[in-house]
């Protein structure tokens, strides 16, 4: 049972590049969310999604996209990086929306 | 809105002292109430949560956390700290809403330094 697994775990990427952070899960969760985490700022929530077929926008969303064709994936895609998209990614999941997430260890992004 | 703060940036306190780490937030209806501690190059662990019922709720390694609905506050307790609780600790909420939905909104953090 290997929880949520992040890939990769470090990228640097020039301005106008486009990648994509992968996500797996594998304890069955219909909740996925990903945050960025900045310094001073907290986690901050990018997308997220309810289940399969399923995503919605959280407070960050510009410049991000995501799609969610499977229980076990959620990945995100930086359509064309900016400077201002460097930081700490981290996928989480969960059973409900009530219950505890489950945290990736993350993913460090330094865009040049 | 939904949101969270979390007004210390920092917590400094002696090893074997009692702790608190403050967080009051802002939800529409009953909230689900969450904190979280974050290690250094780590993801988050979650600690403990509040859903109903008791307004004290206990969690891992000693930690508990006090639900106060007048006050909208969610405080994070420890009666005898210990070094290896220094880390960043999050405060986190999300609305209760029809269906599976709701987004888990987090503070800012709040760094716990515990001294010998």
């Known amino acids: 049972n290997a929880g949520v697994t992040q890939t990769p775990k470090f990228q640097v990427l020039k301005t106008g590049q486009s990648m994509t952070l992968q996500c797996a899960q594998d304890m069955n969760h219909e909740y996925m969310s990903w945050y960025r985490q900045d310094p001073g700022m907290g986690l901050r929530l990018i997308h997220y999604?309810?289940?399969?077929?399923?995503?919605d926008q959280g407070e960050v969303p510009n410049g991000y996209n995501v799609s969610r064709s499977t229980t076990e994936d959620f990945p995100l895609r930086l359509l064309s990086a900016a400077p201002s998209q460097t930081s700490v990614y981290f996928c989480a999941s969960s059973y409900s929306a009530g219950q505890p997430q489950h945290f990736g260890d993350g993913t460090r992004l330094s865009i040049l | 809105a939904q949101s969270v703060a979390q007004p210390e940036d920092q917590v400094n306190v002696a090893e074997g002292n009692p702790l608190t780490v403050k967080c009051t937030y802002s939800?529409?209806?009953?909230?689900?109430l969450f904190w979280y501690v974050q290690y250094p190059n780590r993801g988050l662990q979650f600690l403990l949560k509040y859903i109903t019922g008791d307004n004290l709720v206990k969690g891992s390694y000693g930690f508990e956390a006090e639900f106060n609905k007048s006050q909208t506050s969610f405080h994070l307790k420890k009666p005898s700290a210990l070094v290896s609780d220094s880390a960043l600790y999050f405060c986190a909420v999300r609305a209760r809403v029809s269906g599976n939905t709701g987004k888990l909104i987090f503070g800012q953090g709040t760094t716990l330094q515990v001294k010998p």
């Open positions: 939800v529409s209806g009953n909230p689900y």
């Open positions: 999604s309810v289940g399969a077929g399923i995503t």
